[in-house]
Structures are given as structure tokens and as C-alpha cells.
């Protein structure tokens, strides 16, 4: 059993399976618009010089800065790329003579710096269209930046040694009044003569220190190195952009993000279903099994017990009969839109019971399907269902062992044609003899899409089984269909989810007629005048039905249907001038009667090819045009 995620998981490869050309589709295109780009943009050179920066007396120090020392790089490299630099620079490359925008801002957006972690180092590199110009772009941005921190450097160490000059100029006026005032003094101002010089001392004292600083600036100013180029540009001699690989790297990424998100978006919005996961979240249905995509569908066959399908099948089996309570015996399976789908159901659902030992009937409901059950489970079509619900047939001479299971019974759709369709007491008669005679009948219905046959099989049943076919069936004809069944209050089991691929079998519901083809056959048929016929001699009881095979519906005891150990079958009695087949009643093992033969010779009854359906045939033995009753009033 998979656990959720791995259903989930399972769900998003299906999608990307589903939708793998749409996202085939967004890198085609996304890589072909990464290769386009690639061919028609214009190529960028990029030459590369790297700055060291050395600290100079005016640099100050940032707290919590991304580099150490005492120069801020990021300040610095901010400094590189503005338009007082590009203005410096611009002028640089007028002077070279190479044709580059003289523009302040466009040179500063050619231009970008790196700073390496851990380092004193700017990285400065320009681009351009031309490898001349990337190379005199790079020489003039690293020699502006290097001449403009200079220059700033060397005005800033000017402006303080002007200031202490002009400092040093008062005070030695202050001391020159000083000198002045002592030499007016006369020779009884000894107090007063002490005080100016002491000041006129102090004052030389501050102009010996002023004059040391301001040769320190000037000195200072004249030295200063704020930084050189370690690392000189070269002229590119390939372009860095466009970059092919790059690009299509890029391209391919976008593509692939574009291409899932289509995908999910196309899932979303998907108007048929695809995923098992969808029953429930957008049709509030749950699934009863999924037939995964590696099971064949033969064209006319039922699956086998030990296959992958009848694997699914015998899982479905115990899963259903684990829901139905003792007296719920009757399921109808209808699909949701025309298609296979019900009848591979049916036919394999109701192999499945029998192998369990249920007697089981299934029952053709749908006369516009094209694989019927009884070329599935190769059993007699006519008399069926619709010759039942005319009154021509009796409902056991509709009623045909499959040759291919024993065990089940089949009722084929019939011939009969009726504009009007069965009525609810008809089918109510009808399912209630079904009840009585197996332990399980399943009833093919006409999808709800086609016809409101399949609502009014349902009102009457126990159960019902909706089937599903991905990326065929509609999700709002899904629930419309479910909607439509709760309202009549039927007990809705669920759903069967079919792949999307049917192999043979959707080869040969492309190939066989369609329903309006098999609706005028059926109307052909209808207009055969009954008086015209004459009953034809023989037994009364179509070959190969039960009412053939000495079943004694008056005799019949319900009770009798199952059998000891949980084993359904039927109770018909045999005459003297019968003998039983191989299993029935009249025998040691319980075999069934047969036609013909002596009594206990164990011979299963030779089955007929098939069965006339034009004029002057018998449906079951009884004329076209004999009106009979559901019940058991043998002529």
C-alpha cells in the first residue's frame, strides 16, 4: 500500500508526464530566445585594473565597517563609480582620443568596482564596445580616482597648514605688542614687567609648536600618496558578453521554471481528469481502485485471475462486498461519458464474484455500448434484457451461463426496441427476480451523460459503481453524474479510475458501430410484424438459457441460492427425462442439468455459436409479439 507522500509523489511525475511537452515546449522556445539574444546582441569588452588603496592623514575611520583599517574601501568604491570621478575621467579619455561617451553619469555606468574580503584593494573594471575603449575606459577611471583622492588629500593638508600659519602670524603679533609694552616700562614696573613676560614667553612657546606643526603639514602635504595601481589593464582581446553558455544556462532555468509553472497551471485548470487525487478534491468522490496503465486490456477478453488486472479486480471484490450489507445484492455500473468502461467493469467485477463462489449476474443495461458483455464473457446476446422489458422472453430465457466463468450469468441487451424506455415498475419486477435468483447482479447502465436510463436503474439498486476514464471523462460531467445519484439517495460506493489508453479494447470501440447505428438495427427489428411469425417447434426455451438448462422457476426456493460454504448457485430441479450437468443439482457434485443426454454423465451442454435476431426467429422459444409477464407463467 502507498503511504500519502509516495501517492503524492506518484500524482506530480503524472502531471510532469501529462504536460511533458509543454514543458519540452518552454525550454525549446526559452533556449532559442537565449540563443537569439546571444547572435544579436552587440559584444561588451571589459578591461580590469586593480587600485591598492593606501590610508592618507585625512582618512577617517567608520565603526562597523565591512573592511579593516583605516580606510573605508566601501566609501571608497562608492567614490569610483560618481560623476565627480567620471567628470575627471571623461577628460582623461577625451585626451587618449578614443570615441567614448563624454557623458558623466553613462561613464559611471560602464564602470564597476569589487572590493576582494580582507583586502586594501579595489577592483576597477569598465566596459565598452570596443577593446580600446575598455582599456583607455579602465586606465582613466583607476588614474582619476588615484589623482582625485590625491588631490583631496593634499587640499585638505594645505587648508590646516594655512590655518596654523595664520595662527603663527597672530601670535607673534601678540608677542611683538608684548615686546612693546615691556620696553615702556620703567625701572620701578618690576611686577608688572614680570607679568608680560611671563605672556610674551607663553606666546613664543605656542609660535615655536605652531611653526613645528605647520612644517609637519607642509612637509605632509608634499609627501602624500593616497594609493598606485598594482595591477595594470590589459586591451581584452574577447568580448565578455554576450556569453553563450551563460545565456543558454539562464535561458534553460527560466524555461524550466515557465515550463512547471504551465504545467501546475494547466493541472489546475484541467477540465478532464488526469489524476486519481482529483476524485475527491474536485468531485467529492472517492476512489474505489485505479487500473494502473500497465494493464493490456484484450479486445474481447476478461482479465485473468492472476494478471495485474484481475489483481485489481479481486482487490475491488473484497472491498465492495466488505460495504454491502446481507440484502443489498444489486450494483449498477454506469460510466461517465460513452465508452467501454462499464461493460470491462461489469464483465470483470462479476468474474471476480464467481471465482469466490457467489453466483453472480450481470446485466446489459446499456444498449448503445459497443464492447457488450456477452461477446466479453462470451455468452448468447439475444433474447436479453430489452426482449424482458417488452414481455416477449421471460426473464430465465434471457438468462445465459458465460462460457468463460463458471458461475455467472449474463443477460444480454436484448433486440427489442422501445422509444419509451423501461418504466420504474419494470425494472423494479426485473431487479427484484434478479435478487432472488443470485447472490450478486451487477447491471450495466447507460452513463447519465447520454440518458436518464441509468438514474432510474440506480433509484432501484443497492449500489453504485461510477467508472472513470482518465483524460477522457469530463471533470464536471463527474460531478453532475455524482450529484445526480445522491439526489435518488442510492448508497454511491465510488469510482473505478480506467488509464487513459485502453489498448484492443479502444480499438475496437472505435471500430464497432455506433449507438445510432445499433438504435436503427434495433428499430428494424421492432417493426417485424408478430403476427407474421410463427412460434418455431422445439423446446420452448432458447439453446443455452437456464430455462433450457431444466431450471424449474416455480420450484425455485431463494433460500436455496446459497449454497453450503457461501457458494451461490441456482436450485433448479431436473426431470426424469434430464440429466445433470457436471456441478448441478441431480448429481454428487451438484451439477447443473443439461438438455439432452442421460442423467449423470457429467457433460457440460454444448453452447451455440449464436443466435438469429432477424425476422422468423425465436427469442427463447416464445414468437416475437407474445406478450408475457415477469413472472414465471410458462406456456
Known amino acids: 500500500m502507498k503511504t500519502p507522500a509516495a501517492q503524492t509523489l506518484t500524482d506530480y511525475i503524472s502531471i510532469l508526464r501529462r504536460s511533458w511537452w509543454v514543458i519540452v515546449l518552454a525550454l525549446v522556445l526559452s533556449l532559442g530566445t537565449g540563443a537569439a539574444y546571444t547572435a544579436l546582441a552587440s559584444p561588451v569588452y571589459e578591461s580590469q585594473a586593480s587600485v591598492l588603496v593606501l590610508p592618507s592623514n585625512v582618512d577617517t575611520s567608520v565603526t562597523g565597517a565591512r573592511t579593516s583599517g583605516g580606510v573605508n574601501l566601501d566609501t571608497e568604491a562608492q567614490l569610483v563609480s560618481s560623476t565627480e570621478i567620471a567628470q575627471l575621467a571623461a577628460v582623461y579619455i577625451a585626451e587618449e582620443g578614443v570615441a567614448v561617451t563624454s557623458d558623466p553619469r553613462a561613464l559611471a555606468e560602464k564602470v564597476r568596482v569589487q572590493v576582494p574580503p580582507n583586502t586594501s584593494v579595489l577592483e576597477i573594471s569598465f566596459s565598452a564596445e570596443t577593446p580600446t575603449a575598455a582599456y583607455a575606459g579602465t586606465v582613466a577611471f583607476s588614474q582619476a580616482y588615484l589623482d582625485y583622492r590625491e588631490s583631496s588629500a593634499r587640499s585638505h593638508l594645505e587648508s590646516e597648514a594655512s590655518t596654523v600659519s595664520e595662527r603663527i602670524d597672530e601670535l607673534r603679533a601678540d608677542s611683538d605688542a608684548l ?200 455468452a448468447t446476446e439475444v433474447p436479453g434484457l430489452s426482449d424482458v422489458w417488452s414481455r416477449r422472453v421471460d426473464l430465465l430465457d434471457a438468462m445465459f451461463e458465460a462460457g468463460r466463468q463458471k458461475g455467472l450469468a449474463v443477460v444480454g441487451p436484448g433486440a427489442a426496441a422501445s422509444a419509451a424506455g423501461p418504466t420504474s415498475d419494470l425494472v423494479s419486477q426485473t431487479f427484484t427476480r434478479l ?85 436503427q438495427v434495433a428499430n428494424t427489428a421492432d417493426d417485424i410484424d408478430p403476427a407474421s411469425q410463427q412460434r418455431p417447434s422445439g423446446p420452448s426455451s432458447a439453446p443455452g438459457s437456464l430455462a433450457s438448462l431444466g431450471f424449474d422457476a416455480e420450484a425455485f426456493d431463494a433460500e436455496d441460492a446459497v449454497g453450503r460454504g457461501g457458494q451461490a448457485r441456482y436450485a433448479g430441479r ?44 425465436s427469442y427463447g422459444g416464445h414468437p416475437q409479439g407474445d406478450q408475457r409477464s415477469l413472472t414465471n407463467d410458462r406456456p
Open 179 to 378: 615686546s612693546e609694552r615691556l620696553s615702556a616700562l620703567g625701572p620701578d614696573d618690576d611686577n608688572e614687567r614680570r607679568q608680560l613676560e611671563s605672556s610674551r614667553d607663553s606666546i613664543n612657546g605656542q609660535i615655536s609648536d605652531l611653526t613645528g606643526e605647520h612644517a609637519a603639514l607642509e612637509s605632509a602635504s608634499a609627501a602624500v600618496s593616497t594609493g598606485r595601481v598594482i595591477s595594470t589593464p590589459i586591451q581584452p582581446t574577447s568580448p565578455t558578453s554576450p556569453n553563450l553558455i551563460l545565456n543558454l544556462a539562464g535561458a534553460a532555468t527560466v524555461g524550466g521554471l515557465l515550463g512547471l509553472t504551465l504545467a501546475w497551471t494547466r493541472h489546475l485548470f484541467a477540465r478532464r481528469l488526469w489524476h486519481t487525487s482529483d476524485l475527491e478534491h474536485k468531485c467529492d468522490l472517492p476512489a474505489l481502485a485505479t487500473i494502473p496503465s500497465s494493464v493490456k486490456f484484450p479486445r474481447r477478453e476478461i482479465f485473468g485471475a492472476y494478471g495485474p488486472g484481475g489483481r485489481v479486480m479481486g482487490q475491488l471484490r473484497t472491498a465492495i462486498t466488505s460495504q454491502l450489507r446481507g440484502t443489498e445484492k444489486v450494483i449498477v455500473i454506469l460510466g461517465t461519458s460513452p465508452g467501454p468502461t462499464a461493460s470491462i467493469l461489469a464483465g470483470n467485477l462479476g468474474a471476480a464474484l464467481a471465482r469466490s463462489g457467489d453466483q453472480t449476474a450481470v446485466v446489459a443495461g446499456n444498449p448503445s455500448t459497443t464492447v457488450g458483455l456477452p461477446e466479453l464473457l462470451n
Open 574 to 617: 431436473a426431470t426424469a427425462t434430464q440429466r445433470p450437468i457436471q456441478g448441478g443439482p441431480g448429481s454428487s457434485n451438484g451439477a447443473r442439468p443439461s438438455p439432452g443426454g442421460q442423467p449423470g454423465s457429467g457433460e457440460q451442454p454444448s453452447r451455440p455459436e449464436g443466435s438469429q435476431t432477424g425476422p422468423g426467429s
Open 435 to 519: 435478487r432472488s435468483l443470485n447472490r450478486y447482479v451487477l447491471v450495466e447502465a447507460p452513463p447519465l451523460t447520454c440518458s436518464a436510463d441509468g438514474q432510474l436503474l440506480a433509484s432501484h439498486a443497492d449500489a453504485v459503481i461510477v467508472t472513470v476514464q482518465q483524460g477522457k471523462d469530463r471533470i464536471s460531467d463527474i460531478r453532475e453524474s455524482a450529484n445526480s445519484l445522491r439526489q435518488i439517495g442510492v448508497d454511491l460506493l465510488g469510482a473505478v479510475v480506467f488509464p487513459n489508453q485502453l489498448g484492443a479494447m479502444a480499438a475496437q470501440w472505435e471500430s464497432d458501430p455506433k449507438p445510432d447505428q445499433l438504435a
